[in-house]
């Protein structure tokens, strides 16, 4: 099973962009979307439960980001706005069917992994 991720791309401080997530001919039941910044750890931004029960955001994208679904393209989104520089970073979509709800924000409860799509904020 292989996880496209796309969207990234360079945009101004304030800007807006959409990141999206697709599995090769199936769903998850649960999708989280990561970050890695150069020189740092990858770090938590979003996850969700594909029938839409539970959500989970960073505090850092808290009011800022949105995860979401399509479910008749079974792609995964996060739309990101009022974008920071401190945002900039490969973002990687992650799923895996067996997450339980109280680690959904860690990135080893995910057996599945998208190839990264860049995320550059000018400021």
């Known amino acids: 099973v292989q996880l496209q991720a796309s969207g990234g791309g360079l945009v101004q401080a304030g800007g807006s962009l959409r990141l999206s997530c697709a599995a090769s001919?199936?769903?998850?039941?649960?999708y989280g979307w990561f970050r890695q910044a150069p020189g740092k750890e990858r770090e938590f931004v979003a996850a969700?439960?594909?029938?839409?029960?539970?959500?989970l955001y960073a505090d850092s994208v808290k009011g800022r980001f949105t995860i979401s679904r399509d479910i008749t393209k079974r792609t995964v989104y996060l739309q990101m706005n009022s974008l920071k520089p401190e945002d900039t970073a490969v973002y990687y979509c992650?799923?895996?069917?067996?997450?339980?709800?109280?680690?959904?924000?860690?990135?080893?409860?995910?057996?599945?992994w998208g190839q990264g799509t860049q995320v550059t904020v000018s400021s």
């Open positions: 992650a799923a895996d069917d067996n997450v339980i709800l109280s680690t959904m924000g860690r990135s080893s409860a995910y057996d599945y």
């Open positions: 001919g199936r769903t998850f039941r649960t």
């Open positions: 969700f439960r594909w029938s839409g029960a539970s959500t």
